[in-house]
């Protein structure tokens, strides 16, 4: 494994590679990112988007 692999922090979409994929539906946004880091390791990362329904008043 290489040691970037240990460093990594995931906490948001800057850290998270290039993204490869994702669909929109009824059950909200997902997103799939990438980090490569070369011979075939890589990190993929799958984000369900939370989106903020309407208030309460």
Do not use: C
Not at 6 to 19: A, F, S, T, V, Y
Not at 28 to 42: A, H, I, P, Q, R
Not at 44 to 52: F, G, K, L, P, Y
């Amino acid at each position: 494994m290489p040691p970037a692999m240990n460093q990594i922090r995931l906490d948001g979409p800057g850290q998270w590679g290039k993204l490869v994929g994702g669909t929109s539906n009824g059950g909200g946004l997902v997103s799939v990112y990438e980090l490569d880091f070369g011979n075939g390791w890589k990190i993929i990362t799958h984000v369900s988007w939370a989106t903020q329904g309407p208030s309460r008043n």
